[in-house]
Structures are given as C-alpha cells and as structure tokens.
C-alpha cells in the first residue's frame, strides 16, 4: 500500500494559534498535496508543492516538504474556528495516481 | 465551473444485496478516481479512470466490486453482494493532467 502516515490523529487549539501537521509517505513523488475536509462533504484541495520545491505559502497557510525524509508539514497560522475540519495529505505519483494520508482532525476553538 | 455531482446522497441496505453509485464528473476532466474512506480513515483508492480505460484497480474487491466509465464521462460503481465492512463514503474525484482533484460530496453507504 502507498498510503501515508499523519500525525497528530487529532489536534485541538484556540483560536489565533497555529495548527501544524505533518505527514510521510513511501516512495518518490511529483508533488505534495494537501486537502481539507469539513463533515459530511468532498475534499477540498488547498495547497499543492512540487517535489523540487522546499517551501510554499499561500494565505495562511505554510507548507514544507523534506524528500530525503518523505514527509511534509502543513502549518496554519493564526487559525479561525472555521478552520475546524480533518485535514488530509495526498501523494501524487506517475499516471496521475494520488494516495491520501490518514488524516489529521482539527479542532478550533473559539 | 459545475462541480462532480453525485448520487444517491446516502444509501442504507442490508448485507448480502446490491448497490450501484453514480458520478458525474466537470465536463473535460479526462481523469476519474473512485475512493473508499471508512469513518476516521483516509480515502483509499479504488480504481482510477483515464477517459474509458482502467489506469489502476489494484486495491477493488473484483469479487464484489464493479466500475465502468462508458463514453470516458460518467462514471457508476456496484457492489454485489455488499458486506458490513462495506459501510464507508464512497468518494469520486476528476482531473485533468497533472492538476488538483475536484472531489463530489460523496456517497454514504450503511450496510445493515
């Protein structure tokens, strides 16, 4: 199986801290992705890394990505409690093939 | 843009019957993908699409499980007969080369 590890599991925080996750995967990889899910709906995608690109930013968010150790981090800074929601990795490889990771909850408090 | 629609919305069904899912994916999108996610899981892939033809099946319970994309647009995904364990969302996502995927808002299904 190609699937990757997250960690935390689950993640809880106040609002206006940050929130960071992390995630491995296995073999070698075109990108990095990361998605959002809120309860009882589709992945939302949010933020993409090449795998010759160390960091990236968008809005609040900061994502980094360590191929000598197959793992990136997500970091959201100065979270919301809209924010609330899991929060998946997926690795794509060749032929367009995408492999999730197990997810981390977040929880904001507000 | 119109997003992947799906349907039904939520299906319960006893052990031992069929089911039959149904995707749409955004027009152009060469790219299906069929996910399994088991509450607290991550989806797992069950089989991807590029146009009409099969990329990767290797994790569908052939057994039990069926998909078919004719016309390379809409997608439907069967199981017979459906087992407890089969109890998951069942998610479709669309692409095109080498871009993000759109994901619908998926499938629940409870097997009694």
């Known amino acids: 199986s190609q699937q990757g590890e997250e960690d935390p599991q689950a993640l809880s925080i106040q609002e206006g801290e940050n929130a960071t996750m992390n995630c491995s995967y296995k073999?070698?990889?075109?990108?990095l992705q990361w998605y959002r899910q809120n309860s009882g709906r589709g992945l939302v995608h949010l933020i993409l890394?090449?795998?010759?690109?160390r960091e990236k930013h968008s809005g609040r968010l900061r994502v980094t990505l360590d191929t000598s150790k197959k793992s990136s981090s997500l970091l959201i800074t100065a979270s919301r409690a809209a924010d609330t929601a899991s929060y998946f990795c997926?690795?794509?490889?060749?032929?367009?093939?995408?492999?999730f990771g197990s997810g981390t909850k977040l929880n904001v408090k507000p | 843009e119109a997003g992947v629609a799906q349907s039904p919305r939520y299906k319960i069904i006893e052990k031992r019957q069929s089911v039959a899912f149904w995707c749409n994916p955004i027009?152009?999108?060469?790219?299906l993908y069929w996910y399994q996610q088991i509450l607290g899981q991550g989806p797992k892939l069950l089989i991807q699409?590029?146009?009409?033809?099969?990329?990767?099946d290797s994790q569908l319970p052939k057994d039990r499980f069926s998909a078919e994309r004719l016309k390379g647009v809409d997608s439907t995904l069967k199981i017979q007969p459906a087992k407890l364990e089969d109890s998951a969302v069942y998610l479709c996502?669309?692409?095109?080369?080498?871009?993000?995927?759109?994901f619908g808002n998926g499938t629940r299904l409870t097997v009694t």
């Open positions: 996502a669309s692409s095109l080369a080498s871009s993000p995927l759109h």
């Open positions: 073999t070698s990889i075109n990108n």
């Open positions: 890394i090449r795998s010759n690109e």
């Open positions: 997926a690795a794509q490889y060749n032929f367009n093939k995408f492999y």
């Open positions: 027009s152009g999108h060469a790219t």
């Open positions: 699409f590029q146009n009409n033809g099969v990329v990767d």
